[in-house]
């Protein structure tokens, strides 16, 4: 399985962005897919996930401004992220699970400033 990861960027406090994490190779054993996001001296966290069944969870420092949607007709998740805090900035990575194993995606960073 291989992830391709794009939509990130600089966005000002209150702005919106959505990234978008495509899946290609052997992607029919995918039943999960997700983002988890990684800010400077901090553990990386989990921001939010779908299964293909069509559930979907956010964390709770997400929940209200951030959603995730899986798109099966292209392979492909998104995450729309409103209302940006500072505290938002951080490297988010695109992740694909399958069974027990666990696919990543490169980093796309996200940085919310003035």
Known sequence: VQLQASGGGLVQPGGSLRLSCAASGSIR????????????????????????????????????????????????????MNSLKPEDTAVYYCYAQTGLNIYWGQGTQVTVSS
């Open 29 to 80: 054993g995918i039943n999960v897919m997700g983002w988890y996001r990684q800010a400077p001296g901090k553990q990386r966290e989990l921001v939010a996930r779908a299964s293909s069944g069509g559930s979907t969870m956010h964390g709770d420092y997400v929940k209200g401004r951030f959603t995730i949607s899986w798109d099966n007709a292209k392979n492909t998740v998104h995450l729309q």
